[in-house]
């Protein structure tokens, strides 16, 4: 090996203890990567800097801004409702259905893509049932990687190996070939990371760091949960054509009237009870207070109760939401009563609860004075609580649930999302584009059609990530160009000319695997493949298999966080480190090399007859 080459090998070496140092931000690396190639002499600077116009840079880049569509349309929230529902009281069987949706989609489209994509499904999961994100990111990181061994198209790294085969005038890969071996990973996957995977992956809340609060726990800690009420309006109700301040259910009731539903209008359209608004008769509302008074007010008011299922919540809560405040010292309302104030004609907000000095008031709110330092529950529509942010000098917000981030602004749009992703989709399949051609008109066309808003494009794109890999893939390019993986090559054949076959194809397995470990698995195919398909030729056994086995093992780069991007982008939002992709993808790249080699011995004749 040439002096440049162990230069390269010194600069990768520095790389990898930096990363597990866990000292040291995975972007600041990167660039650091980058700036010795260059500095060095190693590469051009053009060569250095090539990995920022490099296509899987752009492509994650534009998956970023179709992954935040899926979010501002609610097609990302519905999705996770979807699973939060299936998988209820179960993280084992959560976690085996989100790897089954994500290897099946993944399977016809780019598995970075497909993470791009999942990641805020995942945050929300993590948020509606109460599992910690870094026992859900792994899992989905994983699926995604062996989605890439279901179908030709699945991953950049198949179409590589399939291509290596025909340079060597042999057919290529059919394009269901990996599916046997990729629906067997799969099942070793799901249960690995259900039972220990998951096990390993719990991370304690960064210091400083507040913890989230849901909906639900905010209502608990006032005992509200439970008076939460939903009732059709008949047909004989006091209450049609009567806008809410008219009504007067409160004050006559004792009853605090939350939100209306008009299905007749739109049926997901849960909207907030403003005080002009007018009920009419089939409206759905949703009340709160003590069962006794919801039961005579329903009784008096002619209201037939409705059950509050997950879809009706998951439409309120886009619309509704509520947060504990606190009145601040000079605030305009101390010393007066809600009433008096005209709170909730004013602010469009309803207070639910009130506490004076750590007790919850009872009676009646609307006419007890409230005090600086008093908390409130309000609710209302999210936009009108979050304004409640632009007033310090009245209010103080002290929680505000985790559901604000996941509100949907351009839910309307959600059919045209969809669609975008469907044709992105189908494009890419059928090859009518090359990929990142295709993402980058996907994401253009979320932006145009307003899918996403114009002001949340920049804030979507996670830009640390893209500079890890940008600063990462010349390094690729150092290696081949000092003579390192010629070197690799020589030393492939003489080392397998003398095992047996399931021990060639293991050998084979892991050294594919060890070089996917710091370099993206689509260039340890471009450099490993033809290398293992020739020296099968040379020692007469079957070159399908020793392709097959490489195409495998380029898709099991759960090792370390930069041996994909898939793995790349869940580290931040799981709160990994670099110490985690260790300590629980090297037994699963272990486990699954024994699968690899029994399906390939069973599909192939790794030996001539």
Not at 274 to 298: C, E, M, N, Y
């Amino acid at each position: 090996m040439t002096p440049d080459g162990w230069i390269v090998l010194g600069i990768l070496a520095a790389a990898i203890v930096a990363f597990a140092s866990n000292r040291f931000r995975v972007d600041a690396v990167g660039l650091a990567v980058l700036l010795a190639l260059s500095v060095s002499g190693m590469l051009s600077a053009g060569e250095a800097i090539a990995g920022f116009s490099d296509p899987s840079v752009l492509m994650i880049g534009g998956l970023f801004i179709v992954g935040e569509a899926m979010v501002a349309t609610g097609v990302a929230a519905i999705l996770g409702t979807w699973l939060a529902r299936v998988g209820r009281g179960s993280e084992t069987r959560l976690i085996a259905l989100l790897m089954l949706v994500v290897s099946s989609v993944g399977a016809f489209m780019s598995s970075t893509g497909i993470v791009a994509i999942f990641i805020p499904v995942v945050l929300g999961l993590a948020a509606q049932t109460g599992s910690s994100r870094s026992r859900l990111m792994m899992p989905l990181s994983v699926a995604a990687l062996v989605s890439g061994l279901m179908t030709l198209i699945a991953t950049p790294p198949n179409l590589v190996v399939s291509a290596a085969l025909q340079s060597h005038d042999l057919h290529p890969l059919g394009f269901f070939e990996l599916t046997p071996i990729g629906v067997a990973v799969l099942a070793l996957a799901i249960g690995y990371m259900a039972i220990i995977g998951r096990r390993l992956l719990d991370r304690p809340e960064p210091k400083g760091e507040r913890a989230t609060v849901s909906i639900d726990a905010l209502l608990e800690s006032y005992d509200l949960k439970a008076q939460f009420r939903a009732f059709r309006i008949g047909a004989k109700s006091e209450l049609i054509g009567r806008t809410v301040a008219e009504s007067q259910v409160r004050t006559r009731y004792g009853v605090t009237l939350v939100a209306i539903n008009r299905e007749s209008d739109r049926p997901s359209a849960v909207r907030p009870a403003l005080a002009d608004a007018v009920t009419r008769r089939g409206d759905v509302i949703s009340v709160a207070a003590p069962a006794p008074l919801i039961d005579r007010f329903a009784a008096i008011a002619d209201l037939h109760e409705e059950q509050i299922d997950e879809r009706f919540r998951a439409a309120a809560r886009q619309e509704i939401g509520i947060a504990e405040v606190m009145l601040a010292p000079d605030a305009a309302l101390t010393g007066r009563t809600l009433r008096e104030a005209q709170f909730r004609k004013r602010r469009g907000l309803t207070v639910l609860a009130l506490k004076h000095r750590g007790q919850v008031v009872t009676g009646n709110l609307i006419d007890t004075p409230v005090q600086a330092g008093d908390l409130m529950l309000v609710a209302g529509g999210w936009p009108l609580i979050a304004r409640l942010q632009d007033d310090p000098g009245e209010f103080v917000i002290l929680r505000l649930p985790h559901e604000f981030q996941s509100i949907a602004p351009a839910r309307a749009r959600a059919p045209v999302a969809l669609g975008i992703l469907a044709v992105m989709i189908a494009v890419m399949t059928a090859g009518l584009l090359p990929n990142v051609i295709a993402v980058l008109v996907a994401a253009l066309a979320m932006v145009a059609t307003g899918c996403v808003p114009v002001k949340r494009v920049y804030s979507s794109v996670g830009w640390s990530t893209l500079v890890l890999i940008a600063g990462m893939l010349p390094l690729a390019t150092a290696l081949e160009k000092t003579g390192v993986t010629a070197a690799m090559a020589t030393g492939l054949t003489h080392l397998l000319a003398d095992l047996g076959p399931y021990a060639m194809l293991s050998a084979l397995f892991l050294i594919t695997a060890a070089a996917g470990l710091f370099v993206s698995n689509t260039a340890t195919a471009v450099i490993i493949a033809p290398v293992a398909i020739a020296t099968a030729q040379d020692l007469g056994a079957s070159p399908y298999a020793f392709a097959v086995t490489v195409a495998v093992a380029c898709s099991c780069a759960f090792a370390t966080p930069v041996s994909s991007p898939v793995n790349t982008l869940v580290l931040e939002p799981g709160r990994y480190d670099f110490n985690d992709f260790v300590k629980v993808g090297l037994p699963l790249l272990l486990l699954t090399l024994v699968v690899t080699v029994a399906m390939v011995g069973l599909l192939y004749p790794v030996s001539p007859p």
